[in-house]
């Protein structure tokens, strides 16, 4: 079954502006983690945050993760077109990941 | 150099007939994993193979079977092709069991006639 939902589904920001995307998923995790997936492309890994951590950054992106809320958010910052892609969270169950559904982000110029 | 290489990139074939897809890891990870993804971008696990050690997702029909003659290959053999198995097949793999990362090749993208 699907564990975690994106919100919001497409988001359409401008070239400098800065993106946000959340995750709430339904199960105690281990850690929680943020892919992009380029046109076409396979799934890269951005950030893996545990479940003991609150806040993680790399580079331009911030993830924050609520445990009690169950809930998970990845912030771009100044955002380029390059960053136009599908995002998505992921938590571990059993021997795999589980996906949310993702956001779709589009970034004009 | 592609550190997940699936093939073939796109396959065409008519429904009944049967096909291979092919995956091969350089990252000496123990770890291999068929996802696919519908036409919603929605990415459910089929298989995940550890150490000669399979674990299938329950929905997934029997017509899928992966083999491993290896560590780092994981094939991905489907009988009998459907309509409905049309969809975009990825294999990743990583350390650990799906703790640490995953790394995904850029998908096989089937389409039954």
């Known amino acids: 079954s699907q564990q975690g939902e994106e919100d919001p589904q497409a988001l359409s920001i401008q070239e400098g502006e800065n993106a946000t995307m959340n995750c709430s998923y339904k199960?105690?995790?281990?850690?929680l983690q943020w892919y992009r997936q380029n046109s076409g492309r396979g799934l890269v890994h951005l950030i893996l945050?545990?479940?003991?951590?609150r806040e993680k950054h790399s580079g331009r992106l911030r993830v924050t993760l609520d445990t009690s809320k169950k809930s998970s958010s990845l912030l771009i910052t100044a955002s380029r077109a390059a960053d136009t892609a599908s995002y998505f969270c992921a938590t571990v169950s059993g021997t795999a990941l589980i996906f949310g559904k993702g956001t779709t982000l589009s970034v004009s110029s | 150099d592609t550190a997940v290489s699936q093939t073939p990139k796109y396959l065409v074939t008519q429904m009944g007939n049967d096909k291979s897809i092919k995956c091969e890891q350089n990252?000496?990870?123990?770890?291999m994993y068929w996802y696919k993804q519908d036409s919603k971008k929605f990415l459910k696990i089929m298989f995940s193979y550890n150490n000669k050690e399979l674990i299938i997702n329950e929905t997934v029909p029997n017509r899928f079977s992966p083999k491993s003659p290896d560590k780092a290959h994981l094939n991905l053999h489907i009988n009998s092709l459907e309509l409905g198995d049309s969809a975009v097949y990825f294999c990743a793999s990583s350390q650990e069991r799906a703790v640490q990362p995953q790394h995904f090749g850029d998908g096989t993208r089937l389409s039954i006639l």
């Open positions: 199960t105690s995790i281990n850690n």
């Open positions: 990252l000496g990870h123990d770890t």
């Open positions: 945050i545990r479940s003991n951590e």
